[in-house]
């Protein structure tokens, strides 16, 4: 942010892309976004929710046209052939997480979904890894599999080797620091890796989420602290064609929208006219 405001200052024609709303508690901040969004030279702000920009608005940002939303993407991509080792049989239907383990991600709802759903094998991928024991306690060892972080090189092998991917996120969730919640206003990166795969999506029906995935599309929602429901959901897609259904849905979001071109165009585009 210092950056942005030292790059309005001097003129330059400057687009600020933000994740998360400015900290109630940072003074500095605000002060710096009140300088910035005054000057001409500030193009636009991209943020990645239609719930992020309304916080923008009530907290910093008057000007609506200043504003571009564009969640996150992924890179188009043909359903790759797996061909790294990965300790996962092909004899029963695997279900993928992939991402961070902090507080909010839901995990205690997959290792729920350990116990009752034993025809399914889960495969949870992430860290930190300090957090690994006290989600395996929770989880069935006969089918749940912690395998911690693997380089993003491999994500896109990896989740070709899954059936079915999971997004259990929680009302108030986590990201790379512990005090910041991101619930309300995230747009998952995995998300779109895992529509950009083809995967078959299960997801919290939140309404961040709801801004990308529509029940029965593109993925089945389900209310994030219901296991029973989220339980009928995985049952549902024992049925190979509703898997390959949600997952052309998914994919095909991915193709004519969430892409990073796509994204990239626009953005480019929104901030030209605005100014």
């Known amino acids: 942010l210092p950056m942005a405001l030292w790059s309005c200052v001097l003129g330059v024609p400057t687009v600020y892309e933000a994740h998360s709303p400015v900290n109630s508690r940072d003074r500095y901040a605000r002060l710096m976004w009140t300088s910035i969004a005054k000057r001409n030279s500030f193009r636009a702000l991209v943020v990645i929710s239609r719930s992020l920009a ?16 564009a969640p996150d993407a992924a890179r188009r991509t043909s359903r790759v052939t797996a061909h790294l080792p990965q300790p996962i049989t092909k004899a029963r239907l695997r279900a993928v997480y992939m991402g961070h383990l902090f507080s909010g991600k839901g995990l205690e709802l997959v290792c729920a979904l350990t116990h009752r759903c034993p025809w399914l094998d ?3 991928y992430g860290g930190p890894g300090h957090r690994i024991p006290a989600l395996a306690a929770l989880a069935n060892p006969a089918n749940c ?27 108030q969730s986590h990201g790379h620091g512990e005090n910041e919640d991101i619930g309300a206003y995230t747009s998952p990166l995995k998300l779109f890796e895992y529509m950009a795969i083809g995967l078959p999506v299960v997801a919290s029906g939140l309404p961040v989420l709801r801004e990308v995935l529509t029940d029965n599309v593109n993925a089945l929602l389900c209310p994030w602290n219901d296991p029973k429901a989220w339980e009928s959901a995985l049952e549902r897609l024992r049925d190979p064609q509703l898997r390959q259904r949600l997952g052309n849905g998914g994919r095909r979001c991915i193709e004519e929208i969430h892409n990073w071109q796509y994204r990239t165009r626009r953005i480019i585009a929104s901030a030209t006219l605005k100014n």
């Open 54 to 69: 309304a916080r923008f608005i009530k907290d910093c940002i008057r000007e609506h046209k200043k504003l571009i939303v």
């Open 122 to 124: 889960f495969h949870i």
């Open 145 to 171: 599999h912690f395998h911690g972080e693997i380089p993003h090189a491999q994500v896109a092998h990896t989740l070709a080797l899954a059936d079915i991917a999971l997004l259990p996120n929680e009302p």
